[in-house]
Structure formats: C-alpha cells, structure tokens
C-alpha cells in the first residue's frame, strides 16, 4: 500500500505540472496574454527527496523535461484522462477539430487519446525548429520505446500519427509498483512458469551446474559488458542455449529458476497456439510473440522444441518450401532477440543445425547418477515423511535409475498411500510399487 501511495502522490504533482504546460502552451500559440514566454518557464517537480517507481524510472533513464512530458501524456488516460478534455475544442472558424492537436478516437471510450503529434504540439507549437527537433530525436529507437516503457503499433509506420500509449507492463509498475505481464492467449501464446524451489534446489551433475551457472551470470552481468564496458559493438545482446536430455531430466526446472535467480519472468510458448497450418500464419504468431517480448528482460521458454525449430526438408514442393521459410523467418528473430531464449528438447539431433550454430549453450541433461539419485531421494522425503526402518536410500539409489520426475511421481504414490492410511509414514512396499508403475511406463522390469 505504501508504494502505492508513493505513486500517486508523486504523479498527481506529476500530472499538475502537465496542466500548467499545456495551459501556457495554448495560451501561447492562440497569441493569448500570458505571464509566461516559453513552456519551460514550468519545470518538472523536484525528484530528489521522493522514492517512488516513477521517481526510479526518471532516475535510471536520466529522462529531461521533454521525456518527462512525453511519458505523463501517456500516463494520462489512465489517471486523470478529463485533463485531455482541453484539446476536444473545435477551430470555429472551420467547424472542425484542430488537426495540430493530434489525438486518435476510441470506439469504446470517449475522451482524448494523444498521439506523438499531441506531444509534438505542446513541445513546439508552430515552431518549426521544435518540431523538426523532435521528429528527429522521437523514433522506434528512442530509449523510451527500446525498453518497453512505451508502446507502438508495429503494423503502421512510425510517425507523429502514432498512438502515444504506456505499455502494460509499464503501467503497472508506474502504478502499482507491480509490473503487469502479458495474458495468455492467442495474441500472446505463452504463459508464465515459476517454482518453489532455488538455485540450491537443482540437482544435476557438475558439468551442467557450470554450463547453467555460465548462463545465469550473463543474465546477471550482460549489462555491464554490453553498456558500461561498450562491448555491444562485438557482442549481441542476446542469449540463446539449448537443453537436451531426456524427459524429467530439469529442463523445465533449470528454466524456472535462471528466471527466480535473475528476477526474470519465464514464459513457456505454447506451440499449438503458435504453429498453424496456413502460410505465414506461423510467422505472425511468432512476431507477435517476439515483439511483445523485445527489451522486457523476458526469458522465452520453448519446450519440445524440434516442433517448431525442426529440420528443415528437401525442398520438394511449395510446402516444404513455406516450411523451410518458417524456420529462415526464427532464425532471424531468435538471433535479433535481445533477451534469453532457451530451447529445449529430448533429443538434441532433432534440432536443425541452422540454429545449433548460433547457440551459446548447449546444455545436456543427462539422467541423474547414483550421486544425484540419492540426493533427489533425501530431497523428496527429508523433514516431510518418516520413513519405514526397512527403507535404505542409499539402496534405492543403487537399484533403480530413475529421473528426478520419474522420482517425484514415486513420492506422488506414496503420499497417497501414506495419506489413505492417515499416517505419515511411507512404507518400502509403497516405494517398490511407486517405481514398478514408473519402470512400466516405459516397458522396463524390476
């Protein structure tokens, strides 16, 4: 709640500011009398002694008054849009709206809805050189758009006729203090995954802690190579690895928790919403995603990946042509994306070597040894059951190779066992069965 109210104290006096200008801004260019010569006589509220995530954002971008303006218009419909109300007045002279005031209607709310051409207006007026300025400064690789904090419509080309709207993610955190995620469905087929469980939870052998470890530390630290350092000259920014291994190996669980010990949010793509049996369909869906994604410090999760990052055929007819087309298409976007992308598979070869190429890590998840086994055993039951005197872990770990999911389906059985006797007690019989039922999943005997 404090955040909260830390937010709307700091953008309500954000907000007042925006009024005074837009009032000396009219009243200047109607040629009315004015106290004031220039919009910046009104300078932005003091941000120093105020800790809020506004004030944070203005820090970290080090935005100045014309940033600062920019991002409080697009704030504006969503706290306080009657402000706007001031630029639906009509030039009398002409019965019509006044088309420098930019703006763009809604057919399910009335009100006005600024455009760049709003900003540019109350930045320059008729001034030539302001508006020139600012058509050159205010374009799709300007930071505010680059970091997500604004929103553009990808389909239309970039301009003063632009829609000027915070993102969703931005305003929830402006807000709130809580950034708002994408919601899962057609125009954004991915949904978040996160777990219980830490870094220290991971059990896997030596070689893929390192190769994991690598991964988490550019997460941690690309920042400082890239920009502090001015290597993004050299390096991309983005990430790609592949996990292959087989089923209830961590995949999953390694993806979870590079996202938990980065503080990153994971989406797991669903494919069936993505891959489509019409041309370029597929493409589309994936450019939504990508686009959606870019800059947001997201990790894309593409589990039983060689459905989409397959093989590619010979090409014997316009299908396989439209195919080979769709995997040229995430190359390319899987290579520009500046985030993490991890890929993950049961078999490694199933991969097309065109993106094999251009992973960073390739990550294998082998089934756990006896080591490795022995701890996911004492992981699962330690402080939950007590365990029958017959039952040896080290054993266990010795007898049957199973894989840590494959493992936790054995402790599913026995607390149900345990739970239908009302006792927390897990007895070896129920062990036993718990991997029967395992080992008979896959055509294999005790």
């Known amino acids: 709640m404090e955040i909260i109210q830390q937010s709307a104290h700091t953008i309500y006096h954000e907000v007042m500011w925006f009024e005074r200008v837009v009032d000396t801004a009219l009243t200047l260019y109607f040629k009315n009398e004015s106290e004031f010569d220039s919009i910046y006589a009104h300078q932005p509220p003091e941000i120093v002694t105020v800790d809020s995530p506004y004030t944070q954002l203005i820090r970290e971008y080090e935005l100045g008054f014309e940033e600062r303006l920019i991002l409080i218009l697009a704030l504006i419909p969503h706290v306080k849009p009657q402000c706007l109300d001031v630029f639906l007045i009509k030039n009398q002279n002409l019965d019509c709206e006044f088309s420098e005031f930019g703006g763009v209607k809604s057919t399910v709310k ?40 604004l929103d553009y419509d990808a389909e239309q080309d970039f301009g003063l006729h632009q829609p000027l709207k915070i993102s969703n993610e931005y305003l929830g955190l402006l807000t709130t203090g809580k950034k708002y995620l994408p919601q899962f469905g057609a125009k954004f087929p991915a949904k978040e995954i996160s777990t219980k469980l830490n870094w220290e939870d991971l059990i896997v052998d030596q070689n893929v802690m390192e190769d994991l470890t690598e991964v988490k530390d550019w997460l941690l630290y690309s920042d400082l190579i890239l920009n502090e350092w001015e290597l993004d000259n050299k390096l991309k920014p983005g990430y790609r690895v592949l996990f292959y291994g087989p089923p209830g190996t961590g995949k999953t669980m390694a993806a979870s928790l590079l996202g938990k010990a980065t503080n990153r949010p994971v989406f797991r793509v669903d494919l ?3 891959v489509s049996k019409y041309i370029g369909e597929t493409e589309k869906n994936l450019g939504q995603l990508f686009d959606e994604a870019e800059h947001k410090d997201w990790i894309l999760f593409f589990d039983e990946a060689d459905a989409l990052f397959g093989k590619r055929t010979s090409t014997k007819g316009a299908n396989d042509r439209y195919a080979n087309q769709e995997v040229a298409y995430l190359l390319q976007r ?27 890590s390739m990550i294998h998840f082998p089934k756990p040894g006896k080591k490795e086994r022995k701890l996911l055993w004492e992981r699962l039951f330690k402080d939950t059951f007590e365990l029958e005197s017959a039952i040896n872990l080290e054993t266990l770990s010795d007898d049957y190779e199973l894989s840590g999911g494959e493992m936790i389906n054995v402790l599913r059985y026995c607390a149900l066992e345990a739970a239908k006797r009302n006792k927390k007690i897990i007895e070896l019989n129920d062990i036993i069965i718990g991997v029967r039922r395992e080992y008979n999943k896959s055509n294999k005997t005790i």
Not at 137 to 142: F, R, S, Y
Not at 349 to 354: K, L, R, V, Y
Request: hydrophobic share 45%; glycine share 8%; charged share 20%.
């Open 110 to 149: 009335s009100g006005f809805f600024p455009t760049l051409e709003t900003a540019c207006f109350i930045l320059g007026g008729y001034d030539f050189n302001a508006r020139f300025t600012f058509l050159s400064v205010i374009k799709k690789e300007h930071l505010m758009y680059k970091m997500g904090i």
């Open 272 to 274: 069936s919403l993505v």
């Open 334 to 360: 899987i290579e520009d994306f500046s985030g993490l992308v991890v890929l993950a598979t049961n078999i490694q070869t199933n991969i097309d070597e065109a993106f094999s190429r251009r992973f960073q």
